[in-house]
């Protein structure tokens, strides 16, 4: 059975330092999106993308956040300064329709 | 106000009995979308079942079934048939406006914490 696959499992960085989480769909989808998970609390919507370009997105995505598909394949999550605040479990999310939403198994980002 | 609310952040069952998780929405969107998954320890989430709002019928998926009373704003996860693996933390979420066909977010719940005993 088809499933979304994120790298790297875990990271480890400094704060300040640049990040990007990696998403591979699964193939046929259209939709993408990332969440975040911090340790403990509720699942947080970050931003959608569909058709190229992104559809939504939340309050914590903000200018030091960016998405991109680059090569048509892989879905792309950049966080470019990072806070120590970010550390959490950053969840992608496709799907073929508006119906479904499959996750990821994560990424859990660790800010130092 | 809480878009997803469910009341119970923990709760046992007896392996092979029923289990029946709340979960109560707010929305004045006349379409929208309700999902249930299920996050083990190890921390994947995991889809389970999807109802709409305009399906006649409840939705159920093996031993999963969602308990949809529109009127009252209700979709609690029913489970019938405890196992063992059962045991895991488990999200109602919402997704508003599926008909507009754009990748539009869920709202979680935040969870309930769901303990099979043998």
């Known amino acids: 059975e088809p499933e979304v696959t994120q790298t790297p499992s875990h990271q480890v960085t400094q704060m300040g330092q640049e990040v990007i989480l990696r998403c591979v769909p699964i193939s046929n989808h259209l939709y993408f999106y990332w969440y975040r998970q911090i340790l403990g609390q509720k699942v947080e919507f970050l931003v959608s993308f569909y058709n190229n370009e992104i559809s939504e997105k939340s309050e914590i995505f903000d200018d030091q956040f960016s998405v991109e598909r680059p090569d048509g394949s892989n879905f792309t999550l950049k966080i470019r300064s990072t806070k120590l605040e970010d550390s959490a479990m950053y969840f992608c999310a496709t799907g073929q329709s508006t119906d479904t939403q499959y996750f990821g198994p994560g990424t859990r980002l660790t800010v130092l | 106000a809480q878009k997803i609310t469910q009341t119970q952040p923990g709760m046992f069952v007896q392996e092979k009995e029923a289990v029946t998780l709340d979960c109560t929405y707010d929305?004045?969107?006349?379409?929208?979308?309700l999902f249930w998954y299920k996050q083990p320890s190890s921390g994947e989430m995991i889809f389970l079942i999807y109802?709409?709002?305009?399906?006649?019928q409840n939705a159920t998926e093996g031993r999963y079934s969602l308990n949809f009373q529109k009127a009252r704003k209700s979709a609690s996860l029913v489970i019938s048939a405890s196992q063992l693996g059962d045991s895991a933390m488990y999200f109602c979420a919402m997704r508003e406006s599926i008909s507009s066909g754009s990748a539009r977010q869920l709202t979680f719940g935040s969870g309930t914490q769901l303990t099979v005993l043998p």
């Open positions: 929305t004045s969107d006349p379409s929208y979308g």
């Open positions: 109802q709409g709002s305009y399906d006649q």
